[in-house]
């Protein structure tokens, strides 16, 4: 199983990128974590499948869309009107089975992990 991110950069204050994550095979969920300088690794957004139900974390509400693309295996990560505490390594996750999406929150619940992109959001 692979997961491959890109997508990250540098990046001006206010300004957006988008992320994606290529699996190599269909997953029943697929999200997208990040680790900050400094700081514990932390849930960004998690979607169960194309056009299904989806968890954001309250920090990037109405500010970071994920999506999937399941024909191609691919998860993105819209991100919009960035901050300089945005900036993080994202990581895709997924898992292959469904779980409520309560449990989506946690690192634990998923089966595998990208190797991580790097965002750097510049003031």
């Known amino acids: 199983v692979q997961l491959q991110a890109s997508g990250g950069g540098l990046v001006l204050a206010g300004g957006s990128v988008r992320l994606s994550c290529a699996a190599s095979?269909?997953?029943?969920?697929m999200g997208w974590f990040r680790q900050g300088p400094g700081k514990e690794r932390e849930f960004v957004a998690a979607?169960?499948?194309?056009?299904?139900?989806?968890s954001y974390a309250d920090s990037v509400k109405g500010q970071f869309t994920i999506s999937r693309d399941n024909a191609k295996n691919i998860v993105y990560l819209q991100m919009n009107s960035l901050k300089s505490e945005d900036t993080a390594v994202y990581y895709c996750?997924?898992?292959?089975?469904?779980?409520?999406?309560?449990?989506?929150?946690?690192?634990?619940?998923?089966?595998?992990w990208g190797q991580g992109t790097q965002v750097t959001v510049s003031s």
């Open positions: 996750a997924a898992r292959r089975s469904a779980v409520v999406l309560s449990a989506l929150r946690n690192f634990r619940s998923y089966d595998y």
């Open positions: 095979e269909t997953f029943s969920i």
């Open positions: 979607m169960r499948r194309p056009g299904g139900p989806t």
